[in-house]
Protein backbone atom coordinates (compact mmCIF):
# COMPACT_ATOMS: atom_id res chain seq x y z
CA UNK A 1 0.00 0.00 0.00
CA UNK A 2 1.58 3.30 -1.05
CA UNK A 3 -0.04 5.08 1.81
CA UNK A 4 -1.62 8.47 1.74
CA UNK A 5 -0.21 10.83 -1.14
CA UNK A 6 0.11 14.23 -1.05
CA UNK A 7 1.50 17.51 -3.34
CA UNK A 8 2.98 18.87 -3.88
CA UNK A 9 5.40 18.54 -0.87
CA UNK A 10 6.99 21.86 -1.11
CA UNK A 11 5.38 25.13 -2.19
CA UNK A 12 6.69 28.53 -1.76
CA UNK A 13 4.24 31.43 -3.23
CA UNK A 14 4.03 34.89 -2.70
CA UNK A 15 1.02 36.52 -1.05
CA UNK A 16 -2.17 36.50 -2.78
CA UNK A 17 -1.28 33.97 -5.07
CA UNK A 18 -4.01 30.53 -5.04
CA UNK A 19 -2.73 27.50 -3.56
CA UNK A 20 -4.08 24.14 -4.41
CA UNK A 21 -3.09 21.10 -1.94
CA UNK A 22 -3.57 17.86 -3.26
CA UNK A 23 -4.12 14.41 -1.40
CA UNK A 24 -5.15 10.87 -2.09
CA UNK A 25 -5.85 8.87 0.47
CA UNK A 26 -5.48 5.26 1.16
CA UNK A 27 -7.33 2.71 -1.62
CA UNK A 28 -10.50 2.03 0.46
CA UNK A 29 -10.53 4.25 3.38
CA UNK A 30 -13.79 6.34 3.44
CA UNK A 31 -13.07 9.11 5.72
CA UNK A 32 -10.26 11.97 4.96
CA UNK A 33 -8.92 14.76 6.79
CA UNK A 34 -7.31 17.95 6.45
CA UNK A 35 -5.28 19.01 9.36
CA UNK A 36 -2.76 22.11 9.52
CA UNK A 37 0.18 22.69 11.53
CA UNK A 38 1.93 25.02 13.20
CA UNK A 39 4.65 25.83 15.86
CA UNK A 40 1.90 28.02 17.78
CA UNK A 41 -1.56 26.10 17.13
CA UNK A 42 -0.06 22.85 16.88
CA UNK A 43 -2.11 20.23 14.52
CA UNK A 44 -5.84 21.61 13.96
CA UNK A 45 -8.75 20.01 12.35
CA UNK A 46 -9.32 22.15 9.54
CA UNK A 47 -12.26 19.53 7.83
CA UNK A 48 -13.61 15.95 7.35
CA UNK A 49 -15.01 14.08 5.12
CA UNK A 50 -17.21 10.84 5.41
CA UNK A 51 -17.85 8.83 2.04
CA UNK A 52 -16.81 12.37 0.05
CA UNK A 53 -19.05 14.22 2.25
CA UNK A 54 -17.79 17.45 4.14
CA UNK A 55 -18.97 16.80 7.40
CA UNK A 56 -17.68 19.22 9.31
CA UNK A 57 -15.78 22.24 8.15
CA UNK A 58 -15.50 24.28 11.18
CA UNK A 59 -11.65 24.50 11.17
CA UNK A 60 -11.23 26.16 7.95
CA UNK A 61 -10.32 29.39 9.23
CA UNK A 62 -12.10 31.80 6.68
CA UNK A 63 -13.88 31.43 3.50
CA UNK A 64 -10.14 31.95 1.93
CA UNK A 65 -9.86 28.13 2.25
CA UNK A 66 -12.05 25.48 0.56
CA UNK A 67 -12.01 21.94 -0.10
CA UNK A 68 -13.50 19.51 -2.34
CA UNK A 69 -13.32 15.52 -2.94
CA UNK A 70 -14.63 14.65 -6.04
CA UNK A 71 -14.50 11.37 -5.50
CA UNK A 72 -13.35 8.31 -2.82
CA UNK A 73 -9.33 9.17 -4.06
CA UNK A 74 -8.88 12.05 -4.50
CA UNK A 75 -9.18 15.55 -2.51
CA UNK A 76 -8.00 19.39 -2.88
CA UNK A 77 -7.54 21.81 -0.45
CA UNK A 78 -7.55 25.64 -1.80
CA UNK A 79 -6.35 28.84 -0.30
CA UNK A 80 -7.40 32.02 -2.23
CA UNK A 81 -6.24 34.38 -1.42
CA UNK A 82 -2.80 33.32 0.39
CA UNK A 83 -1.65 35.13 3.31
CA UNK A 84 1.83 35.06 5.29
CA UNK A 85 -0.05 33.19 7.99
CA UNK A 86 -0.96 30.31 5.98
CA UNK A 87 2.31 29.37 6.15
CA UNK A 88 2.54 25.75 7.43
CA UNK A 89 2.45 22.50 6.94
CA UNK A 90 -0.97 21.29 5.86
CA UNK A 91 -1.50 16.99 6.28
CA UNK A 92 -3.66 14.98 4.51
CA UNK A 93 -4.83 11.91 6.73
CA UNK A 94 -7.31 8.95 6.04
CA UNK A 95 -9.00 6.04 7.56
CA UNK A 96 -11.65 3.21 7.34
CA UNK A 97 -14.46 4.43 9.88
CA UNK A 98 -16.24 1.85 10.86
CA UNK A 99 -19.36 2.43 12.85
CA UNK A 100 -18.72 1.70 17.02
CA UNK A 101 -14.87 1.39 16.40
CA UNK A 102 -11.80 3.73 16.98
CA UNK A 103 -10.77 5.32 14.25
CA UNK A 104 -7.27 5.18 13.43
CA UNK A 105 -5.71 7.73 11.02
CA UNK A 106 -3.01 7.62 8.62
CA UNK A 107 -1.13 10.86 7.82
CA UNK A 108 0.46 11.57 4.63
CA UNK A 109 4.01 13.24 4.22
CA UNK A 110 2.45 16.60 4.20
CA UNK A 111 2.92 19.79 1.96
CA UNK A 112 4.71 22.71 3.63
CA UNK A 113 3.49 26.09 2.90
CA UNK A 114 5.25 29.31 2.71
CA UNK A 115 3.64 32.45 1.91
CA UNK A 116 6.07 35.36 1.25
CA UNK B 1 -9.33 25.66 28.15
CA UNK B 2 -7.77 23.76 24.89
CA UNK B 3 -9.96 20.38 24.44
CA UNK B 4 -6.30 18.28 24.86
CA UNK B 5 -3.17 19.43 26.64
CA UNK B 6 0.22 18.03 26.82
CA UNK B 7 3.04 19.20 28.28
CA UNK B 8 5.24 20.55 25.82
CA UNK B 9 8.48 19.40 27.46
CA UNK B 10 10.74 18.74 26.30
CA UNK B 11 11.65 15.82 28.89
CA UNK B 12 15.17 15.15 28.82
CA UNK B 13 15.63 11.57 29.50
CA UNK B 14 18.59 9.37 30.39
CA UNK B 15 19.18 6.57 28.27
CA UNK B 16 17.63 3.33 29.75
CA UNK B 17 15.85 5.42 32.17
CA UNK B 18 11.74 5.80 32.40
CA UNK B 19 9.77 8.59 31.53
CA UNK B 20 6.02 8.90 31.79
CA UNK B 21 3.81 12.12 30.68
CA UNK B 22 0.12 12.52 30.46
CA UNK B 23 -2.42 14.31 27.77
CA UNK B 24 -5.82 15.43 29.83
CA UNK B 25 -8.93 15.96 27.65
CA UNK B 26 -11.90 18.35 29.07
CA UNK B 27 -14.90 16.58 26.91
CA UNK B 28 -15.83 14.10 29.24
CA UNK B 29 -17.73 12.12 25.93
CA UNK B 30 -14.47 10.85 24.80
CA UNK B 31 -14.74 7.70 23.69
CA UNK B 32 -11.27 7.20 21.46
CA UNK B 33 -7.70 7.36 22.49
CA UNK B 34 -4.28 7.56 20.87
CA UNK B 35 -0.65 7.96 21.03
CA UNK B 36 0.93 9.11 18.17
CA UNK B 37 4.89 9.92 17.24
CA UNK B 38 5.97 12.72 14.96
CA UNK B 39 9.57 13.32 14.07
CA UNK B 40 11.10 15.91 12.68
CA UNK B 41 9.41 17.31 10.00
CA UNK B 42 7.82 14.01 9.45
CA UNK B 43 4.32 13.50 9.77
CA UNK B 44 2.71 11.92 13.00
CA UNK B 45 2.25 8.33 13.27
CA UNK B 46 -0.21 6.17 15.31
CA UNK B 47 2.70 4.33 18.22
CA UNK B 48 -0.79 2.73 20.14
CA UNK B 49 -4.10 2.97 20.78
CA UNK B 50 -5.36 3.69 24.45
CA UNK B 51 -8.01 0.89 25.85
CA UNK B 52 -9.81 1.36 28.69
CA UNK B 53 -8.24 -1.40 30.66
CA UNK B 54 -4.69 0.08 29.96
CA UNK B 55 -2.52 -1.41 27.27
CA UNK B 56 1.18 -2.29 26.52
CA UNK B 57 3.28 -2.64 23.67
CA UNK B 58 6.81 -3.62 24.11
CA UNK B 59 8.48 -1.16 26.51
CA UNK B 60 5.42 1.15 26.09
CA UNK B 61 2.81 1.67 28.31
CA UNK B 62 -0.84 3.31 27.99
CA UNK B 63 -3.27 4.32 30.21
CA UNK B 64 -6.80 6.22 31.03
CA UNK B 65 -8.06 7.60 33.45
CA UNK B 66 -11.72 8.69 32.56
CA UNK B 67 -12.34 10.35 36.42
CA UNK B 68 -9.87 12.35 36.16
CA UNK B 69 -9.66 12.72 32.17
CA UNK B 70 -6.23 12.17 30.84
CA UNK B 71 -4.28 9.74 29.62
CA UNK B 72 -0.91 8.95 29.87
CA UNK B 73 2.51 6.77 28.20
CA UNK B 74 5.23 5.84 29.70
CA UNK B 75 8.49 4.49 28.14
CA UNK B 76 10.83 1.96 30.04
CA UNK B 77 14.61 1.32 28.94
CA UNK B 78 13.97 4.54 26.80
CA UNK B 79 16.33 4.04 23.87
CA UNK B 80 17.97 7.33 21.80
CA UNK B 81 15.43 6.30 19.14
CA UNK B 82 12.61 7.13 20.86
CA UNK B 83 13.37 10.41 21.00
CA UNK B 84 10.61 12.44 19.22
CA UNK B 85 7.33 14.46 19.73
CA UNK B 86 4.84 12.34 21.47
CA UNK B 87 0.95 13.91 20.39
CA UNK B 88 -2.01 12.31 22.39
CA UNK B 89 -5.48 12.15 19.75
CA UNK B 90 -9.22 12.07 21.23
CA UNK B 91 -12.13 11.34 19.54
CA UNK B 92 -15.25 12.86 20.33
CA UNK B 93 -18.87 11.11 21.14
CA UNK B 94 -19.09 11.18 17.80
CA UNK B 95 -16.36 8.43 17.04
CA UNK B 96 -14.66 10.34 14.25
CA UNK B 97 -13.08 13.38 14.40
CA UNK B 98 -9.54 13.46 16.29
CA UNK B 99 -8.12 16.28 18.56
CA UNK B 100 -4.79 15.97 19.02
CA UNK B 101 -2.68 17.66 21.91
CA UNK B 102 0.38 20.44 21.45
CA UNK B 103 2.60 17.51 22.06
CA UNK B 104 5.31 16.18 24.34
CA UNK B 105 8.66 16.50 23.32
CA UNK B 106 10.74 13.30 24.76
CA UNK B 107 14.70 14.19 24.14
CA UNK B 108 16.84 10.57 25.09
CA UNK B 109 20.66 11.22 25.93
CA UNK B 110 23.68 8.80 25.99
Known amino acids: DAGVIQSPRHEVTEMGQEVTLRCKPI?????LFWYRQTMMRGLELLIY????????DSGMPEDRFSAKMPNASFSTLKIQPSEPRDSAVYFC??????????????FGAGSRLTVL | RKEVEQDPGPFNVPEGATVAFNCTYSNSASQSFFWYRQDCRKEPKLLMS???SGNEDGRFTAQLNRASQYISLLIRDSKLSDSATYLC???????????FGGGTRVLVKP
Open chain 2, 50 to 52: VYS
Open chain 1, 27 to 31: SGHNS
Open chain 1, 49 to 56: FNNNVPID
Open chain 1, 93 to 106: ASSLRVTGAANVLT
Open chain 2, 89 to 99: AVGGAAGNKLT
